[in-house]
């Protein structure tokens, strides 16, 4: 707990027991979770832990960089990995997986980009279809589809 303190004071943020409980679930969780889906979780445990409360954590530690956006379908995903790393979403189930910088590295960006944008950093996101996808498609007899789908 007290290195989760010291992330949250290093961030400029006040440390509370509900965001120390959230970044620990943050930290614990690999599967880039809803704000519903941590509400969820901690809820049997901290049961004076409001959805608002989650949703309004995770915008802070967003702003203050203790995580990032996942740009998946639907709900607000995070991701708790401090690291720099890149996703790969799966087409099929939507499932976000994460890309390690050493196995596929990205290549160096630009300082600025057109119209006086600097670049920050640069996130690559992988279009996929996983295993478990492939293999429900090769059963129904759609994995052809699915492979011209993903060729595109």
């Given at each position: 707990m007290e290195r989760r303190a010291e992330r949250l004071k290093g961030s400029g943020?006040?440390?509370t027991a509900p965001r120390l409980t959230i970044l620990a679930a943050l930290e614990a969780d690999r599967t880039h979770p809803t704000a519903e889906e941590i509400h969820a979780k901690l809820r049997t445990r901290h049961p004076s832990l409001s959805l608002?409360?989650?949703y309004k954590t995770l915008e802070a530690f967003l702003a203050a960089g203790l995580c990032r956006r996942v740009?998946?379908?639907g709900?607000?995903?995070v991701d708790g990995v401090p690291r720099p790393h890149?996703?790969?979403v799966c087409r099929g189930c939507g499932r976000v997986y994460d890309v390690d910088r050493d196995a596929c590295p990205v290549p160096r960006?630009?300082?600025r980009l057109p119209g006086g944008l600097v670049v920050a950093e640069v996130r690559v996101e992988y279009?996929?279809?996983c295993p478990r996808c492939r293999a429900a498609a090769r059963r129904s007899g759609r994995e052809a589809a699915m492979q011209r789908r993903a060729a595109r």
């Open positions: 943020l006040r440390v608002s409360t989650v740009n998946a379908e709900s607000l995903r890149d996703h790969a960006p630009p300082a279009d996929v279809v």
